[in-house]
């Protein structure tokens, strides 16, 4: 019999956190972020955390939550997006910003999930990505205080690629439509981007999941080994997506 991973509540899924430990987050934008983990996050109190996702939420969504209350110490992403929050503490100084180009980004969580150290890309060859000199850390003054450090460039084949670093992180918080009790996970649509690899990358990884059932293992997108805990949303919890734009034009 496989071991019962489910958690009565976000609080008690987080309860071990602490200040400074670093957290890869599934989603991409406000599309199958983990709203009730990052909510519960939030209430631990713990700051200086470092975050792996995609994008950094929204102001007043998702990861900007957290953002906004400074709890956030360091961001790897792909990008900024529409966050003016995670722009102005990033040019203030307030905050150390690693961009990465998206598909090496998700490579690096599928790596690091997978026991794999670095990897080669073409991705960012012959520019700041694989040269250096990308802001990390901007100064009060907005001067840049820290720059990335040229990564080693090989050749395969007649074609230059860049290496790359898997990443590791200590937690993982991610969200699934359905789960079962021993950790396998199924994702619905979009929320199937980063989610499984954010999964895979953390060493304590923390899924809510919209509905708790049992799974074909033809179905599984990600297996429970995985995935550590598990908490049941209430319906009110899976019903709660935040949308980005309603409109795209006035």
């Known amino acids: 019999m496989g071991r019962n991973k489910v958690v009565a509540t976000a609080g008690e899924a987080l309860a071990d956190v602490r200040d400074g430990a670093?957290?890869?987050v599934g989603g991409f934008g406000l599309s199958g972020i983990p709203n009730v983990l990052i909510r519960a996050l939030y209430d631990t109190g713990v700051t200086g955390i470092g975050v792996v996702s995609n994008n950094c939420g929204v102001d007043g969504g998702g990861l900007g939550v957290l953002l906004a209350a400074g709890r956030i110490a360091r961001v790897t992403a792909s990008?900024?997006?529409e966050n003016r929050e995670f722009a102005r503490q990033y040019l203030a100084g307030e905050l150390e910003v690693e961009l990465t180009p998206q598909g090496s980004l998700a490579e690096r969580l599928r790596a690091g999930g997978c026991g794999i150290?670095?990897?080669?890309?073409p991705a960012g060859v012959g520019t700041p990505v694989a040269d250096g000199g990308l802001p990390l850390r901007h100064a009060k003054d907005g001067s840049v205080a820290v720059t990335s450090q040229p990564k080693e460039v090989r050749e395969f084949d007649g074609v230059e690629y860049v290496m790359e670093r898997g990443i590791t992180t200590d937690f993982a918080l991610v969200r699934a439509a359905r789960g079962d009790r021993h950790g396998n996970l199924v994702f619905r649509k979009a929320s199937r981007n980063f989610n499984p690899l954010a999964a895979m990358a953390g060493r304590v990884t923390v899924a809510e999941v919209e509905e708790l059932t049992d799974l074909d293992p033809d179905e599984v997108h990600l297996p429970g080994v995985f995935v550590q805990r598990v908490v049941v949303l209430t319906p009110e919890q899976a019903a709660d997506k935040g949308i980005e734009k309603r409109t795209v034009r006035s």
Do not use: L, V
Request: aromatic letters at 36%.
């Open 117 to 121: 150290p670095a990897f080669y890309t």
């Open 79 to 81: 990008y900024i997006g």
């Open 22 to 24: 670093s957290f890869a």
